[in-house]
């Protein structure tokens, strides 16, 4: 079941909070309790955001990479290394820490992407800037995976 759609256009206020959206809290509140987990995306200058029993399923098949591997030594750094528990306030805020908020080079204007089972953060001018690149590249289908390619919508 996918829990998170949507493209949300929200505020961070001066101390990094943002209100979760009104139609979010319900479903993140009886999934977790409210408590999430934010961590940066290792590929994208946006956040990553799970309500927290997702993000332990996820942490547990981080850990079992193998520790010799470059590329999941690099991905254990990034993903766990940077994942910090968050928790909505009673007024269903969150508050980022700095560093993350620096690392996606957040503003006042932010954009909360549903992702299924995550929310994406972005500030506005790269999301913006980002999907225009991925609109314009819409026929480059070389590096799609074959399941991708089967899809009817």
């Not at 759609?5 to 999934?31: C, H, S």
């Not at 750094?77 to 969150?94: K, N, P, Y």
Request: proline share 5%; aromatic share 6%.
């Amino acid at each position: 079941m996918s829990l998170f759609r949507g493209v949300n256009q929200i505020n961070l206020d001066a101390k990094g909070r943002f209100a979760m959206p009104t139609r979010y809290r319900e479903r993140l509140l009886d999934r977790s309790e409210g408590q999430l987990v934010v961590t940066i995306d290792p590929e994208e200058r946006c956040l990553l955001i799970y309500p927290l029993t997702d993000w332990e399923d996820i942490e547990q098949k981080i850990e079992a990479l193998p520790s010799f591997n470059k590329a999941a030594k690099r991905v254990k750094r990034l993903l766990i290394g940077h994942a910090t528990d968050l928790e909505l306030d009673g007024s269903g805020r969150v508050l980022l820490p700095p560093q993350l908020r620096e690392h996606a080079e957040l503003d006042k204007k932010v954009v909360l992407i549903g992702q299924g089972k995550k929310f994406e953060l972005w500030s506005e001018d790269h999301w913006n800037r980002s999907r225009e690149l991925w609109l314009e590249n819409e026929g480059d289908d070389e590096n799609m995976p074959d399941e991708l390619l089967s899809l009817s919508l």
